[in-house]
């Protein structure tokens, strides 16, 4: 651990394959030296620990991949970070198209209409298609009606009120 600290060459060390305890002291000593300690491979046979400079600690998608026990390669990583990206962009487009569809109230997003029209007529399919489509502020409630604003001295002596008030009542009722 010596030779990274001092080497301004070096990036990481890899250290032999060992059990717990001995894992354990070096995630332990590469802590005390500033530096940071993974370890990667399968536990009694291949896992080892891996010793970074904290300023070339790998990112998540690198540990990821040297987890599953794969080689690192920045060009992959690049590669699927687009992918990702555009199937996000992609999910974008298609949330938007929909949110377009169910502000249209002009546009009946259902084939309901079509399908009655010859049974019930135009305008009671039409209606019909409209009861059927989601309603985006069926049961909304602001924020504001949803908190209590009393303290919980209060609400609790309002529950004793609220409790005395019945027990008196039906005190006076059995009289």
């Known amino acids: 651990m010596k030779s990274l600290v001092h080497d301004e060459s070096k990036k990481s060390e890899e250290?032999?394959?060992?059990?717990k305890v001995y894992r354990s002291i070096i995630h332990e000593a590469a802590e005390i030296a500033g530096l940071v300690a993974h370890s990667f491979g399968i536990e009694g046979e291949t896992r080892h620990v891996v010793v970074?400079?904290?300023e070339h600690s790998p990112s998540l998608d690198e540990l990821a991949a040297l987890r599953r026990g794969e080689k690192w390669d920045p060009d992959k990583a690049k590669e699927e970070?687009?992918?990702?990206?555009?199937?996000?962009?992609?999910?974008?487009?298609?949330?938007?198209?929909k949110e377009r569809c169910n502000q249209n109230d002009n546009k009946i997003t259902s084939k309901y209409l079509e399908k009655y029209e010859h049974l019930i007529?135009?305008?009671s399919a039409k209606e019909a298609a409209r009861k059927t489509e989601v309603k985006q502020q069926y049961g909304?409630?602001?924020?504001?009606?949803?908190?209590?604003?009393?303290?919980?001295?209060?609400?609790?002596n309002d529950i004793r009120a609220r409790k005395k008030l019945k027990t008196s009542s039906g005190q006076a009722d059995s009289l």
């Open 15 to 19: 250290f032999p394959p060992g059990d």
């Open 52 to 54: 970074y400079k904290k």
């Open 81 to 97: 970070a687009l992918k990702k990206e555009i199937a996000a962009l992609n999910k974008d487009i298609i949330g938007r198209k």
């Open 121 to 123: 007529g135009r305008e």
């Open 140 to 156: 909304f409630v602001p924020s504001e009606n949803k908190k209590d604003v009393r303290s919980i001295e209060q609400t609790l």
